[in-house]
């Protein structure tokens, strides 16, 4: 579903914000990205391509927001250096959405969104490996809660038990392929974030991801223009719902709650993307699935809190 990414709005609400209103906006902004998925199985286009048009229309969004963030009195401007860390973000993203999408093609919905939230557990997992930033014993504990439950949802393909429904290895692993690139992608936010505003981090990195996944989608052959009205409406969808609002809504939200909210944003996606499939597709988690997506969130949980 590619999770969202927590970064600092660009202008905070007022401390006099109905806290309610933001709680709603935060769990509509959530749900919003939690649709993705479902976005881009009605989408009559490739996967690549689905992510191009996904950044497109919301390009125009972004643009407003970064006008906005600019007019604001007392701005600093960017420091040198952030083009390169937008620019890896960027790719970064488009990996991750080019491998998202196609993985929804060769497994449920399900495994697709609960492998794809194993991204906050690779930040922590690439921090210990190449800036040897030791975790705690509660981090490594969620680690290993982690890759427990992803076994529990990869596991029953590698021994048959599993239905057809279930899906393929092949789409599993590229779901968690999927996952460490949105780890990359969070790593390299954090870098740029440093260097310039969240506007214009949005829109740069969000262009290079539309470029990214056009190039690829030209690359692989896919179908590139929707054929349907139901395709259209579907990436539209994508770009203004799942990209723009959902991550809008979120941003204003941490603005006025801050990181004590973030557990929030990262498990609720999944969650509407596992019920949504169940609804609108019939694909009903297994056992296996249920206990699996449990324990990767509880690890998501004990991440954000470590």
């Not at 590229?174 to 214009?200: E, K, N, Q």
């Not at 579907?234 to 979120?250: D, E, K, N, P, R």
């Not at 990181?259 to 999944?270: E, N």
């Not at 699996?292 to 991440?303: E, K, N, R, T």
Request: net charge positive; aromatic share 8%; with cysteine.
């Amino acid at each position: 579903m590619s999770a969202p990414a927590l970064s600092p709005s660009a202008a905070l609400p007022s401390p006099t914000a109905p806290a309610l209103a933001m709680f709603l906006a935060l769990l509509a902004g959530a749900t919003c990205i939690g649709f993705s998925g479902v976005f881009v199985r009605f989408a009559d286009v490739g996967p690549a391509a689905a992510g191009f048009w996904r950044m497109a229309f919301a390009l125009p969004v972004l643009g407003l927001w970064m006008g906005l963030e600019q007019r604001r009195p007392g701005r600093p401007a960017a420091a040198a250096g952030a083009l390169l860390p937008i620019a890896l973000a960027g790719l970064a993203f488009g990996v991750d959405v080019v491998l998202y999408n196609a993985a929804l093609g060769f497994t449920t919905i399900a495994n697709a969104s609960l492998l794809g939230n194993l991204s906050p557990v690779a930040v922590v997992f690439g921090g210990w490996l190449l800036f040897a930033e030791r975790p705690s014993r509660r981090i490594l504990g969620a680690l290993s809660l982690a890759l427990g439950g992803a076994a529990m949802l990869v596991l029953p393909k590698f021994a048959g038990t599993a239905t057809p429904a279930a899906g393929g290895l092949f789409g599993d692993s590229l779901a968690i392929g999927a996952a460490f690139s949105y780890a990359a992608y969070i790593m390299a936010v954090r870098r740029a974030r440093d260097r310039t505003d969240a506007g214009r981090l949005s829109l740069i990195s969000s262009a290079i991801c539309a470029v990214f996944c056009l190039v690829t989608a030209f690359a692989l052959g896919e179908t590139i223009i929707p054929a349907s009205l139901q395709g259209w409406l579907a990436v539209i969808a994508l770009g203004l719902v799942s990209h723009a609002m959902g991550q809008g809504l979120i941003t204003l939200s941490l603005g006025h709650y801050g990181a004590s909210a973030a557990s929030l944003v990262m498990v609720w996606p999944a969650l509407v993307s596992v019920l949504a499939a169940w609804a609108i597709f019939g694909e009903q988690p297994s056992a296996a699935q249920a206990f699996g997506g449990i324990a990767i969130l509880a690890a998501v949980l004990m991440v954000r809190k470590g």
